[in-house]
């Protein structure tokens, strides 16, 4: 590329992301410095007497580390029984235990609520076995967030900590017994030093999670956390503290993310020997072998019954749960609707196009600004990566927020329309939630590919758009593909952004529409888009990992 | 006819300073010259400019008379090959060599007909159908080394091609490169940081060390006489040892060493720049297989402390008065042992002079 084409590049790249990511943000902060004097909704914010408003900075803090605590002991314990021993049924365990990945955000929580919450299953199941009152057993508040928090969160920590482990080989641990270590000595000093980055980047991730968690608090009634305070206090036209309270969700975020990206890139311990693959010791002992399949068999159940719980309400007649353990009447009509009524079909049709759309232009972004990132030198690098991987740290809420508070005016953005209100909106909002995920997934392959590959092609004759077109694309394929997969799903399940955005209800996408449903009691029509949201995820899994075994055939 | 001039090229990077200095160069047509120095030298910079991978701080860059200084790769006619091969992953053997070609709009018969040739010359025919991650290093390399000679560039560019490959490898794709050397090949510019390839191979050779240039010659001249102490360091197995000058005549010069011994040698074997006056600080190159075991006492005494066997040689160090001196004994003259007394005589028409240590 020659420097005019580069510069015209990375101008237009500039402004895109101060257009749409950059500056809502800011005019967020200038919003929030409007109020009688310019820190007086600050001041309010970290006063306690001024009641849950004062409380959301430290209820949001304390869920999030109690999140991290609970989902981190869940993950590492899971991760280290299923990469190091071997036990029957190992390897169906190792699936089902990311099944809460296929959870869609918002169904999933339902099912959570109608599963352990009042009136829910469980309590129901429990109170009439005893013959007590079943509302004493449901869970409800901070048990119920924590509940959700914990088992759609583990997998943070059961993937990096697994990964680890996979990394790290035998011969470390040998070493240390033949130095005469004992077993607890090679745990202590060896294997879970090697765990801690894993366990750390877990944990932020977690609590970052945390932060922005909306669904979970909502559905059980909790409201002391920032993301529901910006929602009540938009509600109640109180501008500068809503924005507030964004600023101070996004400082959070941030520092969260900035303290990530140092922690990646500082240590990743990587085993220097080659080859063989890691032992695994087989469980022996009757004993212990049947506690191990206790444990996996309840935990199994344990994660499938939420996924099973969608299922069962897509099947039943909306209205006929009242008072016993599960709905009374089953039918079909709500999946045959779903194809066969246009007002069902409707909001599938509109999740799967605005999610389209924004994946259109995520991949676009993200891939130029991956490649932008990757292969050229220029100032401001540093504030370029961060500008794109900022949607990525910002809970949906906040994203939302700027987003509805730019637009809600004409602006050289929106090419001088007001976009609030209109279909616009939320595709715009996907876009720029889940550009960092192709992003992301992008610069990940471009790091892996050999600079010297396109070299090559130059030498041989070919101008930077054909080796671009010809050799570099083709070998990031596998990496935008599943970036972009990645951000469609997102986009399927996508709730607390869309909530806040207010579309006009014939543009209402999925979880929107979940949402009005399931608050009108019509459990069954809401549990079969749910189905549609899982069975979208487990399609564009199988997807991905076509792609991704692809991607390794073509890595040399 | 000169192929390719650099003038004064220079290339500074922001952290690793001036890496290459000033530069001039000029490369003759069929000409296989080769760029050699330790690693960090800036000699693969220099190839990157040359490729036009690296854009030059200063300096201009000409191909027969055309200045390529701001070309883009593309547009400068060189087949480059890279010390990773840097294959395309997602193509096959044919697929990879026919790039170029393509790329040229090659009619198709015609492309066919060169990839066959091409992978033939690098002994791969047949194999072009496969993909390339199945094939072993030394067959990437041939296969990179196809795919940048079939366009027919005027200039070849290899980057430490063999430095990825095992030893006997190493022996067996350089024997196929000089077998490569025809009349029509293009002229080609090899960096190394192996000397045995460098001298094995190339018609001359450039010694590079931190971004400048030390010597051009043939691997003769820079064996036998080295311009500067680090070419003479750098090359092969040569103690440099200090000593000052004690007399001059027409036909010979005689040295004396820090411990009063004196050698008297041909005043023609020196660097240029050093001068042959009485009293003047010299460097003497006595290289290791340029002493022999003396009977009695030899030019230098010492006790050997270390012997490495090496098949036809020993490589001994023996410490004498003028410092640590490196030998190298031929195995039929018998056993040596550490702790050993030796003389060593010094065939003085093999010595050399160099400008004299950097005072400190």
């Not at chain 1, 909002?429 to 010297?452: C, E, I, K, N, W």
């Not at chain 1, 014939?506 to 009005?516: E, G, N, Q, T």
């Not at chain 2, 640590?324 to 040596?336: F, H, I, M, N, T």
């Not at chain 2, 050993?340 to 065939?347: A, F």
């Amino acid at each position: 590329m020659n420097r005019l084409a580069k510069i015209g590049v990375l101008a237009a790249l500039a402004l895109i992301l101060w257009g749409y990511i950059v500056g809502p943000l800011v005019g967020t902060f200038q919003r929030s410095i409007t109020g009688a004097t310019p820190l007086a909704d600050y001041i309010r914010f970290f006063d306690f007497r001024s009641g849950v408003q004062g409380e959301a900075m430290l209820g949001s803090l304390m869920i999030s580390v109690l999140s991290v605590i609970t989902s981190g002991v869940i993950g590492v314990f899971l991760a280290v029984i299923l990469q190091r021993w071997d036990f029957p049924l190992r390897r169906v365990c190792q699936v089902l235990v990311l099944v809460p990945i296929a959870l869609p955000p918002l169904m999933g929580v339902a099912a959570f609520v109608k599963l352990y919450g009042l009136g829910g299953t469980v309590p129901q199941l429990v109170g009439n076995f005893f013959g007590t009152d079943p509302n004493s057993y449901a869970i409800e508040g901070l048990a119920g967030v924590l509940l959700v928090h914990t088992l759609t969160m583990y997998p943070y920590f059961y993937l990096t900590v697994s990964a680890a482990l996979e990394q790290s080989d035998d011969s470390l641990e040998e070493a240390a017994y033949s130095l005469g270590a004992t077993t607890f000595q090679t745990w202590n000093r060896v294997i879970l030093p090697m765990l801690t980055p894993a366990i750390v980047s877990g944990a932020l991730l977690t609590f970052m999670s945390s932060m922005a968690s909306y669904t979970a608090p909502l559905l059980f009634n909790v409201d002391y956390v920032m993301t529901r305070q910006i929602m009540s206090a938009d509600a109640n036209a109180e501008l500068a503290y809503s924005s507030v309270v964004s600023v101070m969700l996004a400082v959070v975020s941030v520092s969260f993310l900035i303290l990530l990206r140092r922690w990646e890139g500082r240590s990743a311990y990587r085993s220097q020997s080659k080859g063989g693959g890691r032992r695994r010791q087989r469980v022996t002992n009757p004993a212990t072998k049947a506690l191990i399949l206790a444990i996996s068999l309840v935990s199994t159940i344990f994660l499938i019954l939420p996924i099973a719980m969608i299922f069962v309400l897509a099947f039943s007649v909306d209205g006929s749960w009242r008072s016993a353990a599960l709905p009374s009447e089953y039918t079909t009509r709500n999946i045959i609707k779903l194809f066969t009524d246009s007002a069902n079909w409707a909001p599938i049709q509109n999740s799967i196009v605005m999610s389209a759309i924004a994946v259109c232009g995520a991949v676009l972004l993200g891939v130029s600004c991956a490649y932008v990132l990757g292969r050229m030198s220029f100032r401001g690098k540093t504030a370029f990566d961060i500008a794109i991987m900022l949607p990525w740290a910002l809970p949906g809420t906040v994203v939302a927020f700027n987003l509805i508070k730019t637009f809600n005016v004409p602006s050289a953005f929106s090419f001088g329309q007001v976009l609030v209100g209109t279909y616009a909106i939320v595709p715009l909002a996907y876009f720029v939630r889940f550009s960092p995920l192709v992003f992301r997934s992008t610069a990940a392959s471009l790091s892996q590919l050999d600079p010297t590959i396109e070299e090559a092609a130059r030498s041989l004759g070919s101008s930077w758009s054909y080796a671009f077109r010809k050799i570099t694309l083709p070998l990031l394929y596998p990496g935008i593909a599943a970036g972009a997969l990645l951000a469609f799903v997102n986009g399927i399940g996508e709730f607390v952004a869309t909530i806040l955005l207010h579309v006009h209800p014939k543009y209402r996408p999925l979880s929107i529409a979940i949402f009005d449903e399931f608050y009108r009691g019509n459990f069954g029509t809401a549990a079969a888009w749910g189905v549609v949201q899982v069975v979208l995820v487990l399609l564009v899994v199988i997807l991905t990992q076509r792609v991704q075994s692809q991607g390794t055939i073509m890595k040399l | 006819m000169t192929v390719l001039t650099l003038e004064k090229l220079t290339k500074v990077f922001p952290r690793a300073g001036r890496v290459v200095d000033s530069i001039d160069l000029r490369i003759e047509s069929g000409e296989f010259f080769t760029l050699l120095g330790p690693s960090g030298c800036g000699k693969s910079t220099i190839l990157r400019m040359v490729a036009g991978f690296e854009e030059p701080t200063d300096g201009r860059i000409l191909f027969d008379r055309r200045d390529v200084t701001t070309e883009p790769p593309n547009r400068r006619s060189i087949g480059f090959v890279f010390q990773n091969y840097a294959l395309f992953p997602h193509l096959s053997v044919a697929e990879n060599v026919v790039f170029g070609l393509r790329v040229k709009k090659v009619p198709r018969a015609e492309a066919e007909k060169r990839v066959a040739e091409a992978l033939n010359d690098v002994q791969l025919a047949g194999l072009g159908p496969e993909r390339v991650d199945r094939l072993s290093g030394g067959q990437q390399q041939r296969v990179a080394l196809a795919r940048a000679l079939v366009i027919r560039p005027s200039l070849l560019l290899l980057d430490e091609p063999l430095s990825n490959l095992d030893a006997k490898l190493r022996e067996d794709t350089r024997a196929m490169l000089r077998a490569l050397r025809s009349s029509n090949s293009p002229t080609t510019v090899y960096v190394t940081h192996d000397q045995a390839e460098a001298m094995g191979m190339s018609d001359r050779v450039a010694v590079l060390n931190q971004g400048k240039i030390h010597q051009v010659a043939t691997p003769e001249e820079i064996y036998e006489h080295p311009a500067t102490r680090f070419v003479a360091d750098f090359i092969g197995r040569n103690n440099v040892i200090d000593a000052t000058v004690s007399a001059v005549s027409e036909k010979t010069v005689t040295v004396r060493f820090r411990d009063g011994i004196e050698v008297t040698m041909d005043p023609a074997n020196r660097a240029r720049g050093v001068l042959l006056t009485p009293g003047a600080r010299v460097g003497v190159c006595v290289r290791a297989e340029s002493m022999r075991l003396a009977a009695g006492n030899g030019t230098f005494s010492g006790i050997v402390t270390d012997v490495e066997y090496a098949g036809p040689l020993r490589t001994c160090r023996v410490q004498t008065s003028v410092g640590d001196l490196q030998v190298e004994v031929p195995s039929s003259a018998g056993r040596l042992v550490k702790g050993q007394s030796v003389g060593l005589s010094v065939i003085e028409s093999a010595l050399h002079l160099v400008e004299p240590a950097a005072t400190t």
